[in-house]
Structure formats: C-alpha cells, structure tokens
C-alpha cells in the first residue's frame, strides 16, 4: 500500500490493485479505466464473498434488500473495505444489512418531500430561484442510507423517468430559475459527449447563472475525472461541484489527484458528508475529514443530519451528536474547515442549518454571546429607530408544545 503524509492520521493512501492481485494481477490501464471499473463492480452475494467474511447482519441484508437498492462497489472503493470487520466505517456505507429491511416508526419513503415539487418528471422546484435536476437514477455505487433510495439505482419502489425535453422548456420559460443543480443519480457516469451536450443545452438558457453537480463520484470512481471531462467542464462555468465524503479514508491518493484536478479546472469544491451511526459520529473522525477536505482544495460545506429514509434507522444518530461535533470543531480549527449542519426537514421543508447556541440573549439594545471557550461577552444592539424584529422562538415552541 502507498501512502502520502506526515503519520498524523491524514495520510492519503492507495490501495491498489487491492483485493484484485491475484492470478498475476490487473494491468494499470485496465485499473485506471472508469468503464471497466463500473463493469467490474462487486454486486452479488458471491461476489461478495468471494472478498470479505460476511457476518450474518450483512448476508441477510444482501439476500433481503436487493429490491430496496441495488448492491454496487467499484473495485476502487472496495479496496477500502477490510476483509474481517463488519462494523467498519466504509463498509457499513455500502454493504447492506438486514436493518434495512426493518421499518421505524419515522422512516419515509421521500423524506425531502421531492415528488411533491416535480413540475415536470425529473424537475425538482422548491425553492424560488433553483431546481434540482435528477438526470439518472444511476451511481457508481450505492450508498445504503441515499435520501433517494426509492429512485436510485433502479430495484426501488418507484422509476425516475426524467422527461429531458420537457425540463428543457420548463427552465426556458421560467426566468427566476437562475441555478440548476445536476443529481440524481450522479450525472459523472455519463458518457462526455452526454454530460457536455447536456450543459451545452443548459448553458444556451440565458438565465441560467449557475450549474452545479452534485456528485460522489471522484470518490467512488476517482478514474472518472480525466483530463478531457475536466476540459468539458471547464468550458461550462460558472459551474460548482459538491461532492460527498464521508469518512477520511475515503480520502485516498487517486481522489485527491481527482479533485486537484477538477480544482485546476477551476471548480470550486463543496463538500457534503452525512452524519452516519459508526462512520463518522465522532469529533475526531471528523476534524481528520474536514482537514483532509482543506488539503484536497475541497470546502466542507454540509454535514446533513440522516434524512427518515426508510430503512436507515441502524445509520442514524443523535441531533446532539451533530451539534457536539460543530461545537467541537467551530473556533476550535480553521473556519473554511466548519461545515454547516443541516436538517432536511422532514417532508419537505428544506435545509435548516442547526447550531450551538452561541446566543444567550437579544433584544433591541443588545445581543449576549458566548464563544467557543464558552466566555460570555456583550455587544450593543445599533440603537438607531428602526423596529428589529426577532423570531418569537418560545412562542413557537410553546405553541407546539401545546397544541
Ligand atoms: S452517490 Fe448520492 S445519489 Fe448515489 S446512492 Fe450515494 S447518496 Fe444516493
């Protein structure tokens, strides 16, 4: 294995050819091929085992889930999974277990209430002046907890059937539209032609400001970002990425590579990792990510709170548990490295960003604050005539309670 780094905990290492050296290994070529990384997933019980000591959790979650979300590791990423430790990090990402198939009282099938918003099929409208865009149910590999499970990879109880030219005409005719978010599914396993006519055709909407893409692939298929994708990409900007990492090992030599190379292309990288039971529930595991992200050129910009997705209740943690991580992390290291955690609230309410209290009091002469040391400070209100209206937070709370 080689490795990158100083013994700190933030090396970079590579694991390949990994669990695919035998019978005289792979040709790098092959190895570094995004299409043959995709055609030589791991996706089957046998395949499975064939690699790593299943415990029974997990057989059964492989036999019983497979209608839920499909099974897929890109060789690449299960290099990362240890052959005997079923409560490993990455692999409780995207190995299933027979938790999936059990139902908690919150889980939902469309926690972010998406469906309801879909003008046209694919065209998520929620909010005034963006979309979000699901251009496939496809990824390079499946992660158990996806918020879009019902869709994505193709097993699920619904099927995405994104009308392309109907989107076209939708975003044509509504000027507010000024930001596209590209989802899904993950739009980098198009082919570069598709993903290029694509933005093309985005690009020819003049209102349309911004383009995103949301993506786990530099993580999942790092072989993906080739000079020649960066180059398309680089030719449609404004455009920004966020990518999704989730634990610091993720963070491997050919993702950096990746992700220096989409930020010479001259993305701006977000970050955003999803707070997951025995993955990444602790402040160290995740002040090691976020300062890994910093080196990859990459902006931790969300840590979501685990959306009610069915199913996921094993992969769940507490709220507090989020906000003793950002209070552990926000004034205690470099602020570029302090994500915003989120709850989607249920439904379909959207982000709300959730933090430490760090406001002990506000009126109209002055605000009480508390820093990262938990010293108390003052600081005067303008004082000038104008009404400062603040949310009646205990009204609200009050009122919930009781009603
Ligand atoms: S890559 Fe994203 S869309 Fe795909 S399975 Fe993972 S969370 Fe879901």
Redesign the pocket.
């Known amino acids: 294995m080689q490795t990158l780094g100083n013994g700190d905990g933030k090396e970079f290492a590579s694991h390949a050819p990994g669990y695919w050296a035998g019978n005289g290994g792979i040709a790098p070529g092959l190895w570094n091929d995004w299409k043959w990384q995709l055609k030589n997933r791991v996706t089957s019980l046998a395949q499975l085992e064939k690699f790593i000591d299943l415990s029974d959790e997990e057989r059964s979650g492989v036999l019983l889930s497979g209608d839920k979300?499909a099974l897929a590791v890109t060789p690449h990423f299960f290099n990362l999974i240890p052959r005997d430790n079923p409560n490993d990090p990455i692999r409780r990402q995207v190995i299933p277990r027979i938790e999936e198939t059990w139902a908690s009282p919150y889980d939902m099938a469309d926690p972010c209430g998406e469906d309801s918003h879909m003008p046209v099929p694919g065209l998520v409208h929620r909010y005034p002046d963006r979309v979000l865009f699901l251009v496939t149910d496809r990824?390079?590999?499946?992660?158990r907890?996806?918020?879009?499970?019902r869709v994505?990879?193709g097993v699920g109880e619904q099927e995405l059937h994104t009308d392309f030219e109907e989107a076209f005409r939708y975003l044509e005719q509504h000027t507010e539209v000024r930001d596209v978010l590209l989802?899904?599914?993950?739009a980098l396993i198009f082919s570069d032609d598709k993903l290029d006519k694509l933005l093309t055709r985005l690009r020819a909407i003049k209102h349309i400001e911004f383009i995103r893409i949301?993506?786990?692939?530099p993580i999942?298929l790092p072989q993906r970002i080739t000079p020649e994708l960066c180059a398309i990409l680089a030719r449609h900007h404004p455009l920004w990425m966020s990518v999704?990492v989730n634990h610091p090992r993720e963070l491997t030599i050919e993702v950096k590579r990746a992700l220096e190379c989409l930020a010479n292309a001259g993305i701006p990288l977000g970050n955003q990792s999803?707070l997951l039971a025995g993955v990444n529930d602790d402040l160290e595991t995740m002040k090691t990510l976020v300062h890994k992200l910093l080196i990859c050129r990459v902006r931790p910009y969300y840590i979501y709170q685990c959306d009610l997705i069915n199913g996921s209740s094993h992969l769940r943690t507490s709220v507090a548990k989020g906000i003793e991580i950002i209070e552990g992390l926000r004034g205690h290291t470099t602020g570029y490295a302090v994500p915003q955690f989120v709850i989607d609230a249920p439904g379909g309410g959207g982000k709300v960003p959730i933090n430490p209290g760090y406001v002990l009091y506000h009126d109209n002469e002055k605000i009480v604050i508390r820093n990262y040391e938990g010293k108390i400070f003052e600081y005067p209100e303008a004082g000038d005539d104008q009404t400062v209206q603040f949310a009646p937070q205990r009204e609200y709370h009050d009122e919930y309670l009781y009603s």
């Open positions: 979300l990824c390079a590999a499946y992660c907890y996806c918020t879009r499970s994505v990879s989802s899904g599914g993950d949301g993506t786990r692939v999942f999704h999803v």
